[in-house]
């Protein structure tokens, strides 16, 4: 049963420390989304990728996040400096884009942050 | 900004069919009405979706209006695992989430 893993799941660290966040996309599949979670404001889009290229990060703080794919089986997501705003959970997510059909995402168990 | 419109929470009892709706009146022809929920504390799971015709699977049924604007998730037979946030998604190219319907099963 394939499924999209991410590592840590949990994570707690201090102000000004540097977090990376991993992702495993499911095997085949050519698109790869980060999303951030809050009570506040829910289910944020941060950044995805297709084919490994970087197609929007338009939801990202630009300062201090950045996301790369360096292969086809990994995607990170990177915070430095942190903050206690970072605090929150983030759900990596592959899907199978072909042309303009349907697809399907399927999320990961998710990384729980706190910065303290 | 989330192209849908759902009502913030529902009710339903166990082994009764749970009828959620969604409004997308401004969706468009090649977007596609997707549903996810999210189990507390797990990353959201895949339901079902649709373009044009009524799809079911077996987790669930979708019902699209003829015009598109509206659509209505149904869960047969509902059971306490079936507590979640529901999210009806209007996709284009990428999903993004509003803030969903929480079903509360009643048991």
């Known amino acids: 049963d394939a499924r999209v893993t991410q590592t840590p799941r949990h994570k707690v660290t201090e102000m000004g420390q540097e977090v990376t966040m991993r992702c495993q996309p499911i095997?085949?599949?050519?698109?790869v989304f980060w999303y951030r979670q809050t009570m506040m404001q829910g289910l944020e889009l941060l950044a995805y990728f297709r084919n490994r290229a970087p197609l929007d990060d338009s939801g990202m703080p630009k300062d201090r996040f950045s996301a790369e794919m360096p292969d086809a089986t990994l995607a990170t997501l990177k915070i430095q400096p942190s903050e206690p705003r970072d605090s929150a959970v983030y759900f990596c997510?592959?899907?199978?884009?072909?042309?303009?059909?349907?697809?399907?995402?399927?999320f990961g168990p998710g990384t729980r942050l706190t910065v303290l | 900004d989330a192209k849908t419109t759902q009502p913030p929470s529902m009710d339903c009892a166990e082994g009764r069919a749970a009828n959620l709706p969604c409004n997308h009146s401004t969706i468009s022809g090649n977007e596609y009405v997707y549903w996810y929920r999210q189990i507390h504390s797990q990353g959201p799971q895949y339901i079902i979706h649709g373009l044009k015709n009524n799809e079911t699977n077996e987790m669930a049924s979708l019902i699209i209006t003829e015009d598109r604007k509206s659509s209505t998730l149904i869960l047969p037979h509902a059971t306490l695992r079936d507590t979640a946030v529901y999210y009806c998604i209007v996709k284009d190219d990428k999903i993004i989430f509003g803030k969903g319907t929480r079903l509360h099963i009643l048991p």
């Open positions: 997510a592959s899907g199978l884009v072909q042309g303009r059909g349907a697809d399907t995402q399927y």
């Open positions: 095997l085949g599949h050519n698109t």
